[in-house]
């Protein structure tokens, strides 16, 4: 996936400018910055939610707005941020419609259908809960069966847009985790937006950090952040370590309180 030349705006109000972007193939991408800095605009743009003003996106070298919309969801998987089921509906009902883009008049469901969407269950550990209504599930669970409904669906690509808001510490890991683990196991490239600079820095392959509707910096974790580029992006002072557990960079924010300048 590639963006050429991306501006995208709302209302006449430009929000990303000029933007070029290559997303690593089978890898895992994690865009940071500010809020209102556009990354969920960005997102948005990638799965052709939003129609650029100006600029390309292209997916294995062909543009989005020229592939049929069915056939791109084959391609392409996005879970929005906060989703909301319809009342009553189970997980399992809610993990088939992930096969909505395989259906046509002259193909309607079959065992294929049946194992993608077994299979996604049991890819997210929600097979004992299949039966559950949605809206009965925990947090954690809950974004565990939309993401298996994103999984069901079979595409090469999945884009997540924050998928551990309004989460605790505990089921932002275990969410996180079983990100990595279908990127390792299936091969899926992920592109997802995280407001957690450590945790990006952890999960992440390939850290896109924006500023004002661009690109300050992209690469992997451990080239791109550090003390400097923190404060370019989120106007903070702090000190940048080594994460005792992964080895990742470990951003220690700096506040008035707390801390001084590093020497």
């Given at each position: 996936?590639?963006?050429?030349?991306?501006?995208?705006?709302?209302?006449?109000?430009?929000?990303?400018?000029?933007?070029?972007?290559?997303?690593?193939?089978g890898?895992?991408?994690?865009?940071?910055?500010?809020?209102?800095?556009?990354?969920?605009?960005?997102?948005?743009?990638?799965?052709?939610?939003?129609?650029?003003?100006?600029g390309t996106?292209?997916?294995d070298?062909?543009?989005?707005?020229?592939?049929?919309t069915?056939?791109?969801?084959?391609?392409?998987?996005?879970?929005?941020?906060?989703p909301?089921?319809?009342?009553?509906?189970?997980?399992?009902?809610?993990?088939?419609?992930?096969?909505?883009?395989?259906?046509?008049?002259?193909?309607?469901?079959?065992?294929?259908?049946?194992?993608?969407?077994?299979?996604?269950?049991?890819?997210?550990?929600?097979?004992?809960?299949?039966?559950?209504?949605v809206?009965?599930l925990?947090?954690?669970?809950?974004?565990?069966?939309?993401?298996?409904?994103?999984?069901a669906?079979?595409?090469?690509?999945?884009l997540?847009?924050?998928?551990?808001?309004?989460?605790?510490l505990a089921h932002?890991?275990?969410?996180?985790?079983?990100?990595?683990?279908?990127n390792?196991?299936?091969?899926?490239?992920v592109?997802?937006?995280?407001?957690?600079?450590?945790q990006?820095?952890?999960y992440a392959?390939?850290?896109?950090?924006m500023?004002?509707?661009?690109?300050?910096?992209?690469?992997p974790?451990?080239?791109?952040?550090?003390a400097?580029?923190v404060?370019?992006?989120?106007?903070?002072?702090?000190?940048?370590t080594?994460?005792p557990?992964?080895?990742t960079?470990?951003?220690?924010p700096m506040?008035r309180?707390?801390?001084a300048?590093?020497?």
């Open positions: 996936m590639r963006a050429t030349g991306l501006t995208l705006a709302y209302d006449g109000r430009v929000v990303v400018n000029d933007l070029d972007l290559a997303v690593p193939p890898r895992i991408s994690v865009i940071v910055g500010a809020n209102a800095c556009g990354k969920s605009t960005l997102l948005r743009a990638l799965a052709r939610l939003l129609t650029p003003r100006s996106v292209t997916l070298g062909r543009a989005l707005a020229s592939i049929p069915r056939r791109l969801a084959r391609q392409l998987g996005i879970l929005p941020q906060s909301v089921a319809p009342a009553g509906l189970t997980v399992i009902d809610l993990v088939s419609r992930g096969r909505a883009p395989h259906q046509t008049l002259w193909r309607q469901w079959s065992a294929a259908d049946e194992e993608a969407v077994l299979g996604a269950l049991r890819a997210t550990s929600m097979e004992e809960h299949a039966e559950r209504p809206d009965e925990s947090g954690g669970q809950r974004q565990r069966a939309w993401i298996a409904m994103a999984v669906q079979g595409t090469e690509v999945l997540l847009d924050e998928p551990t808001t309004f989460l605790d932002q890991i275990d969410v996180l985790d079983l990100i990595v683990d279908l390792r196991q299936q091969g899926r490239t592109v997802m937006v995280l407001h957690d600079l450590n990006a820095c952890r392959d390939h850290v896109i950090a500023r004002s509707g661009g690109i300050v910096a992209q690469g974790p451990a080239d791109v952040i550090d400097e580029l404060r370019t992006v989120f106007g903070l002072r702090c000190q940048v080594a994460d557990v992964s080895g960079p470990l951003v220690v506040g309180h707390h801390g300048e590093p020497g």
